[in-house]
């Protein structure tokens, strides 16, 4: 099912399902790289979603109609992309628990389960990242154990700090700058997933694969002096 | 080198913002209202898209460091140079000490404070635009404040003379304006009264405005079944409507993505008007096609080419 929709005069919405689906998603990226590779002279900039990308052109020099046209053809020629397609599994390195997760233990308790099972739990799957938003670099993670939901805070906290990984509802997600938020916070990263002044400033993509690695509060410290000093720290799985 | 002596309300250093990162989540930022900084830019030789800043509501008080070609666009301040009145959507010669005051916006929202050689703070992602809400650009990524110095680039030559846009040419500014639209991309989500009362009624703008939204309120539109959507992307001049039926414009700093049905979205060449309303002032929406926004579009930039050649040709003999 493809849906073609306007958002504005130079916005293209393409609609590729109408549920947060894994497949749906991958089919999204697979062929926001299409556009991105195929149609760069028309297109300024291509933005994926959970189930539809947004192609934003400029409306005089890209008229409206051939683009249309060219993005079925795109979209017709593609098919069904495989569900696993990840463009590259990256591995996050997270201290859980203690000052850098303070609502560790209140999950456990939550969930009836070990705090090193909660661990456990959130560190085993690939997440897919439907789409980056809410702040820059902001990942929407879908893949988290349904066992870890829980309720979000009843009084959202003002202030998060950067690289806080969270579980509220049956999502989980890493803040990226300091923001505010009622997810409940089980650790750290100590890597910047977002930094204006690197040459490139997002450590995530959409449609990466993103697979949590649980580290010791010195193996923190040790990765949080390498940033510091200006490594990104990011491993990607061979 | 110019100073920030008094502050007015909302300042801030703003480019045409700064596009290409949308997919990581990074907002556009830049100009609200981009026709008014493209003018200023215009008018003081400067590329259309250079840094400038965005002065809210009052613009407070700047002493120039040097001597300086400068020009105000937008929102009329009541502006004054030593004490002189400073036309709306003009270029001045400044000189070093002279004070440049810019009073209670009497109508309009935003003015633009262009410098010959522009603003000159360090390009962040390809744009000096402010996002002050991530840090990020701008004057150490934040509004500007009392005492402030911004630097100023180098330029060649000392530019077009100073010039006033015909009043007839200046676009208009706050007071209340009809913002043309194109419906989607959730319009579907709404009743056909819904979209009715959306496109006869007047909505107010509520003190519940910034750069990054402006909430409205009037008739209440109304919505199919649940206001939420699968989370998806959002731009600037889209509107949203939420449970409440009361409508939500994004602004230029809207975040990438959003939950709400979308009824419609504000031309491109009209979103201007929004950067320009203000608390209290009344707004109307038009529907129009893509192919009249198309013509819009063509507009806008024929008047920016036109006042481009004008400024070229007053300027034409100009000795440094």
Redesign the interface.
């Known amino acids: 099912m493809v849906r073609i929709?306007?958002?504005?005069?130079?916005?293209l919405?393409v609609e590729l399902g109408?549920?947060?689906d894994d497949a749906v998603n991958a089919r999204v990226h697979t062929l926001?790289a299409a556009v991105r590779d195929r149609l760069s002279a028309e297109v300024?900039?291509?933005?994926?979603?959970?189930?539809?990308?947004?192609i934003?052109h400029d409306?005089?020099g890209a008229?409206?109609a051939g683009l249309v046209r060219k993005v079925k053809e795109l979209a017709a020629s593609l098919g069904e992309a495989p569900v696993a397609g990840f463009s590259r599994v990256v591995r996050l390195p997270v201290c859980y628990g203690g000052a850098l997760g303070p609502d560790l233990e209140e999950v456990a308790r939550l969930t009836g389960r070990s705090v090193e099972a909660v661990v456990g739990l959130h560190a085993a799957p690939v997440y897919r990242i439907h789409?980056?938003?809410?702040?820059?670099?902001?990942p929407?993670l879908g893949g988290l154990d349904p066992a870890l939901t829980v309720p979000r805070l009843e009084v959202p906290r003002s202030r998060i700090p950067p690289g806080s990984v969270a579980i509220g509802g049956g999502q989980t997600g890493v803040y990226p700058?300091e923001s505010p938020g009622g997810w409940r916070l089980v650790g750290r990263t100590p890597l910047k997933l977002?930094d204006?002044?690197r040459p490139h400033?997002?450590l995530l993509?959409?449609g990466d694969g993103l697979r949590f690695v649980p580290i010791s509060p010195a193996a923190f410290e040790a990765a949080a002096e390498r940033v510091a000093a200006g490594e990104d720290g990011l491993e990607v799985e061979p | 080198m110019i100073v920030l002596v008094k502050a007015g309300l909302l300042a801030s250093v703003q480019d045409l913002g700064r596009?290409?990162?949308?997919?990581?989540?990074?907002?556009l930022a830049g100009a609200m209202d981009r026709t008014a900084l493209r003018a200023a830019n215009l008018l003081v030789g400067n590329d259309p898209g250079a840094a400038a800043v965005e002065l809210t509501l009052m613009g407070g008080s700047w002493r120039f460091e040097a001597d300086l070609l400068a020009a105000v666009a937008g929102a009329d301040m009541a502006t004054t140079l030593d004490g002189a009145p400073v036309a709306p959507w003009s270029s001045f010669q400044a000189r070093a000490g002279s004070t440049l005051l810019f009073k209670m916006a009497r109508s309009g929202a935003r003015a633009y404070l262009a410098l010959r050689g522009g603003v000159d703070v360090p390009l962040?992602?390809g744009s000096r635009s402010t996002y002050a809400?991530?840090?990020?650009?701008g004057l150490q990524g934040r509004l500007l404040m009392n005492g402030d110095r911004l630097p100023v680039g180098r330029a060649d030559g000392p530019g077009p003379a100073p010039l006033a846009v015909l009043p007839a040419e200046v676009p208009p500014c706050g007071g209340g304006a009809t913002l043309r639209v194109?419906?989607?991309?959730?319009d579907d989500r709404f009743t056909a009264e819904g979209i009715a009362t959306f496109l006869s009624s007047g909505y107010r703008v509520t003190p519940q405005n910034d750069r990054m939204g402006y909430r409205l309120e009037g008739p209440p539109i109304a919505l199919r079944g649940a206001p939420d959507i699968?989370?998806?992307?959002l731009?600037p001049?889209?509107i949203q409507v939420p449970g409440s039926g009361q409508p939500i414009i994004m602004g230029a700093d809207a975040?990438?993505?959003g939950g709400y049905a979308?009824i419609a979205?504000?031309?491109?060449p009209d979103l201007r008007l929004l950067g320009q309303a203000r608390a209290g002032e009344l707004l109307h929406f038009r529907r129009t096609t893509?192919a009249a926004?198309?013509q819009a579009?063509?507009e806008e930039?024929a008047g920016l080419a036109a006042l481009a050649a004008r400024i070229a040709s007053a300027g034409a003999g100009r000795k440094g």
Do not use: H
């Open positions: 929709l306007a958002q504005g005069e130079g916005g919405v109408d549920a947060i926001a300024d900039e291509v933005v994926p979603s959970y189930r539809s990308l947004l934003l409306p005089v008229p409206r789409l980056l938003g809410f702040t820059p670099g902001f929407y700058i977002f204006p002044l400033p997002f993509a959409a | 596009p290409g990162f949308r997919d990581s989540g990074m907002p962040v992602m809400r991530a840090g990020v650009g194109l419906l989607g991309p959730q699968i989370t998806d992307p731009l001049g889209a975040q990438t993505t979308k979205a504000v031309i491109g893509q926004a198309v579009v063509r930039r």
